[in-house]
């Protein structure tokens, strides 16, 4: 991997970190989630993360691959935890 192309993803995990999980994750902290949220969550997730690797959902990719592949902990997870 070349060094623009390393930066490039580090410079999206870092977005990722900051940006994208805060929002999502907002008001999680006080409601109790059921098997719905945590798909929607999950799916949103999905939705940045297949971007940024530059896949569809036509590549059935799984989460926990693409999670993997990016360096980055899924947003279930997080809340798991």
Known sequence: MNLEKRKQRRNTNQFYKMMTVPTLLNGTETKILNQKDYSL?????????????????????????????????????????
């Open 41 to 81: 969550l999950t799916a949103e997730e999905m939705v940045y993360l297949r971007s940024v690797k530059g896949c569809t959902r036509l590549d059935c990719f799984h989460s926990e691959d693409t999670g993997q592949e990016l360096n980055v902990t899924l947003i279930i997870s997080n809340i798991n935890s």
